[in-house]
């Protein structure tokens, strides 16, 4: 089964495809095949293309996932080409994973942006600025980290999200 995600003027819509039959109607917009894991782009020729087996989901929001509450910056390396390293056993216990899009919102200097995750050193307490970022944060601020996922109504109802306290020296 292909999962077939549509997008449109910033909405998304995700229709499933079984055989690579399509049904949709669509102009001007762009369609994103996700096959084993992999973005891949999908040529179709814009305008009706028929087909059978489709479900869609009415909408998806964007839902707070993880979240470690007020850390702090215990590094900045304005030399590295960019990221947020995070100590590994903060990243389990809020379940962020490596490469992940984070925010991250400086309660000290009112600072926001976003970033992608390095694992750092487990147990270290490590939380360190990269790049551009460190220019923004600095060592010795308090930060707060939040991951964020798609679902659907149905899915948020059920779900939620990893929040984690860290003590002093930003440790379990």
């Known amino acids: 089964m292909e999962k077939i995600c549509i997008l449109r003027k910033g909405s998304l819509r995700e229709k499933i495809v079984q055989k690579?039959?399509?049904?949709?109607?669509v102009a001007n917009t762009a369609i994103i095949c996700v096959c084993q894991k992999k973005a891949v782009p999908l040529q179709v020729k814009l305008g009706n293309v028929t087909g059978t087996n489709i479900v869609q989901y009415k909408m998806l929001?964007?839902?707070l996932?993880?979240?470690i509450h007020r850390v702090t910056v215990t590094e900045a390396n304005l030399e590295y080409i960019g990221s947020i390293t995070i100590d590994e056993d903060l990243m389990d216990?809020?379940?962020?994973?490596?490469?992940?899009?984070?925010?991250?919102?400086?309660?000290s200097n009112g600072a926001r942006l976003e970033t992608?995750?390095?694992p750092g050193k487990r147990g270290s307490g490590c939380i360190c600025m990269n790049g551009a970022a460190?220019?923004?944060i600095h060592v010795g601020d308090t930060v707060?980290?939040?991951?964020?996922?798609?679902?659907?109504?149905?899915?948020?109802?059920a779900?939620?999200?990893h929040i984690v306290f860290p003590k002093a020296g930003n440790l379990l």
């Not at 216990?93 to 309660?107: K, L, M, P, S, T």
């Open 144 to 157: 707060i980290i939040m991951a964020y996922a798609l679902m659907t109504p149905e899915e948020q109802k």
């Open 93 to 107: 216990a809020a379940g962020i994973v490596a490469g992940e899009r984070v925010q991250v919102v400086d309660n």
């Open 134 to 136: 460190a220019h923004l």
């Open 65 to 67: 996932k993880s979240k």
């Open 116 to 118: 992608y995750v390095i």
């Open 20 to 25: 690579g039959k399509l049904q949709f109607s």
């Open 61 to 63: 929001l964007n839902i």
């Open 159 to 161: 779900f939620h999200p």
